[in-house]
């Protein structure tokens, strides 16, 4: 019966240090070097040179020092010249049939001899129809329950499991077939010392596992090697397991269990798990095709993720596409990323976020005060920038910025700009495979005695940000191009205008005119502007009053203009103004509201101003170039002067 799953809380240093003490066991346990196979084969090491047996189990140690073509047996001598060709391989030795494993690329030259299972080697048919059944199936969820339920079909065992592993290395139940008496561990999670990383390695190099008796002492290696070269067990069939591992598993009541590995590129990522209740084993060619199986379902999940992961991708670069966008233009970026319609919450979910650029600090959300958080963030350093649960790992920093647990930093170069998302905490329940606190051992470093269901509640911590975090960074190269393309674009544009009175400039007014005139055909005309007497503006009142009265006059121009007009100052006291899709008479028109609003006085620091222009109107006629049209106009523009000024010309 279960028992009533029990809260316990975060932050219990014990049970963590506990849990490192059996990672760092673990890792030092010689689980490849163990020197015993199970006892239901025999194994034998072949030097490669002479062919003579150098390593036997203790079931067949009377072959030591001798040569196993002896046994005078065509199939096994075979067996050791092909190797995996023959992966397994039927034989009659010293009256028993068995199937021979060889592995070579070992040193010395390993080879394996399992008894032969009566009736047993045609399930594996079943597996084929297993494979076709499951590929249909396109959701990882239930691709992993169905293939347990499968495996189990095969092989009989009461139990398949499929774990998954997580980042942290800690691993969850994520499928469970059972018999309907035992006790569910669907959705447990268990810790990562379970199955520590030197086996997980060995999962990675060997896709099957077999414990055939939980019971069973094994058989010592015998050996004629010396005493500093151990036999390396570890792509064997028949190695033992640690005396750890076989207390652990008759804790869970498991006699026998088969393992298969799920394994993406070079992660191992998951299990399946076949476990017994009695003693139980499995024929080789039978393992070998499930071996076939659980690849096709690693293929399966790999290609789901990968569907699952580049959808989410380019949903979220949508998002970000379409909240950066605005960034390009001369939109605020700060309104842009924290108060339009989107903001950055809608790319990285948080309880809020702040903006910290070029000294300006904009929030979005429920914040602390920014000058508090900013310090806390500038205190962290640059060495790191993702924080799930900072009260517990920083709690000096954490009381400076109450409610905050989870912090994730996105840097955007500058002094010290940056976007910061803000998570509070969230208690959650953990399901854990047994009571992992230290009275659920007979030591730190014992296996668990119960592994009744025990919910954890934990505290201190954020919702982990986990893939949002990349999110959060390719937001950042988002908006650092989006800042840098505004910078390029203001700088490109400040080469094509005047600094003093913000129209565009001659270099400006080159390009245009150019384009305007090899385009298709279009009514062009240019109004010539030249101040009359404007010198004596500056000979009087100075230069600084003379800027000043030409910004206004550019302001002026502006305002009489048409929207399809373009201004601009060539220098000193000379504009010109392009009218489009405008003739002669068009042109006159803008040339006398211009005249007309510069004949009213100009009030610089009390000083009155008053000036006069001149203007020459030409409309461009077919073939000319640029400089001829404004030739022509300025020509036009000195006509009006020499007949006595304040007046245009045509």
């Known amino acids: 019966m279960t028992d009533t799953p029990r809260v316990a809380f975060d932050g219990d240093r014990s049970r963590d240090e506990a849990e490192l003490l059996r990672l760092r066991e673990c890792a030092a346990e010689p689980i490849r070097m163990i020197g015993r196979i199970q006892s239901h084969g025999a194994l034998f090491g072949i030097d490669e040179q002479t062919g003579r047996v150098v390593v036997a189990s203790e079931n067949v140690d009377h072959w030591l020092g001798?040569?196993?073509?002896?046994?005078?047996?065509?199939?096994?001598?075979?067996?050791?010249?092909?190797?995996?060709?023959?992966?397994?391989?039927?034989?009659?030795?010293?009256?028993?049939?068995?199937?021979?494993v060889p592995h070579p690329g070992t040193s010395p030259k390993l080879l394996e001899l399992e008894p032969v299972i009566p009736g047993l080697d045609y399930v594996r048919t079943g597996v084929v129809g297993a494979i076709q059944r499951l590929a249909t199936i396109s959701d990882p969820d239930e691709l992993r329950r169905q293939a347990a339920l499968e495996i189990k079909a095969v092989t009989g065992y009461d139990r398949v499991m499929c774990y998954e592993f997580h980042e942290d290395g800690h691993g969850q139940v994520v499928a469970d077939a059972r018999e309907p008496d035992m006790e569910p561990y669907f959705g447990l999670h268990f810790p990562a010392s379970d199955i520590p990383v030197q086996a997980r390695a060995l999962y990675l190099e060997?896709?099957?596992?077999?414990?055939?008796?939980?019971?069973?002492?094994?058989?010592?290696?015998?050996?004629?090697?010396?005493e500093d070269a151990p036999v390396d067990l570890g792509p064997s069939e028949l190695r033992s397991a640690s005396p750890h591992h076989l207390q652990f598993m008759r804790n869970m009541g498991q006699a026998s269990t088969v393992s298969l590995s799920i394994v993406d590129g070079d992660r191992l990522v998951g299990m399946f798990t076949c476990a017994h209740r009695t003693t139980r084993r499995l024929p080789v060619l039978l393992r070998r095709a499930l071996?076939?199986?659980?690849?096709?379902?690693?293929?399966?999940?790999?290609?789901?993720?990968?569907?699952?992961?580049?959808?989410?991708?380019?949903?979220?670069?949508?998002?970000?596409?379409?909240l950066t966008a605005p960034m390009y233009g001369r939109s605020d970026v700060g309104a842009v990323l924290m108060s339009g319609a989107r903001t950055v919450l809608d790319v990285v979910p948080a309880d809020g976020a702040l903006l910290r650029l070029d000294g300006t600090v904009t929030t979005v959300g429920v914040v602390p005060a920014p000058d508090r958080l900013f310090?806390?963030?500038?205190?962290l350093g640059a060495g790191r920038f993702m924080w799930e649960a900072l009260p517990l790992e920083r709690p000096e920093l954490a009381i400076e910025v109450p409610g905050v647990t989870g912090l994730l930093v996105v840097p955007l170069g500058g002094d010290g700009d940056g976007l910061v998302f803000v998570r509070?905490?969230?208690?959650?329940?953990?399901?854990?495979?047994?009571?992992?606190?230290?009275?659920?051992?007979?030591?730190?470093?014992?296996?668990?005695?119960?592994?009744?269901?025990?919910?954890?509640?934990?505290?201190?911590?954020?919702?982990?940000?986990?893939?949002?975090?990349?999110?959060?960074?390719?937001?950042?190269?988002?908006?650092?191009a989006a800042i840098v393309a505004r910078t390029q674009a203001e700088l490109?544009?400040?080469?094509?205008?005047?600094?003093?009175?913000?129209?565009?400039?001659?270099?400006?007014?080159?390009?245009?005119?150019?384009?305007?005139?090899?385009?298709?055909?279009?009514?062009?005309?240019?109004?010539?502007?030249?101040?009359?007497?404007?010198?004596l503006v500056n000979d009087t009142h100075g230069h600084?009053?003379?800027?000043?009265?030409?910004?206004?006059?550019?302001?002026?121009?502006?305002?009489?203009?048409?929207?399809?007009?373009?201004?601009?100052?060539?220098?000193?006291?000379?504009?010109?103004?392009?009218?489009?899709?405008?003739?002669?008479?068009?042109a006159a028109a803008v040339a006398g509201r211009a005249l007309g609003v510069l004949r009213e006085p100009i009030v610089v620091r009390d000083i009155v101003v008053g000036v006069n222009a001149s203007a020459g109107i030409v409309a461009a006629a077919h073939g000319i170039s640029p400089s001829e049209l404004l030739d022509a106009a300025d020509a036009a523009m000195y006509r009006a002067k020499r007949d006595g000024g304040g007046r245009l010309s045509v």
């Open 66 to 100: 001798r040569d196993l073509r002896e046994a005078g047996d065509a199939a096994l001598s075979w067996a050791l010249d092909h190797g995996l060709a023959v992966d397994p391989l039927r034989v009659v030795f010293e009256g028993a049939t068995y199937d021979v």
């Open 206 to 226: 060997k896709r099957s596992r077999v414990i055939a008796d939980t019971e069973d002492p094994g058989l010592a290696l015998q050996t004629l090697l010396p």
């Open 291 to 322: 071996e076939v199986l659980a690849t096709h379902v690693a293929t399966q999940l790999a290609a789901a993720e990968q569907i699952r992961r580049l959808r989410r991708q380019l949903e979220v670069r949508e998002r970000r596409i379409a």
């Open 375 to 379: 310090a806390v963030v500038d205190e």
């Open 424 to 480: 509070s905490e969230v208690a959650r329940t953990v399901d854990w495979l047994g009571d992992q606190r230290p009275g659920n051992r007979d030591t730190a470093l014992s296996p668990r005695r119960s592994f009744s269901a025990w919910r954890e509640s934990v505290t201190g911590r954020s919702l982990p940000w986990g893939e949002h975090a990349q999110d959060a960074y390719d937001l950042g190269e988002d908006i650092r």
């Open 492 to 535: 490109a544009e400040l080469a094509l205008r005047d600094a003093l009175t913000g129209l565009h400039n001659r270099r400006f007014l080159d390009d245009h005119l150019e384009g305007l005139l090899d385009g298709p055909d279009k009514a062009v005309a240019v109004v010539f502007l030249d101040l009359d007497g404007f010198k």
């Open 544 to 586: 600084e009053v003379g800027d000043a009265v030409l910004a206004t006059v550019g302001r002026r121009l502006s305002g009489v203009a048409r929207t399809s007009d373009v201004v601009v100052r060539l220098g000193g006291d000379e504009f010109v103004i392009v009218c489009v899709d405008a003739g002669a008479e068009e």
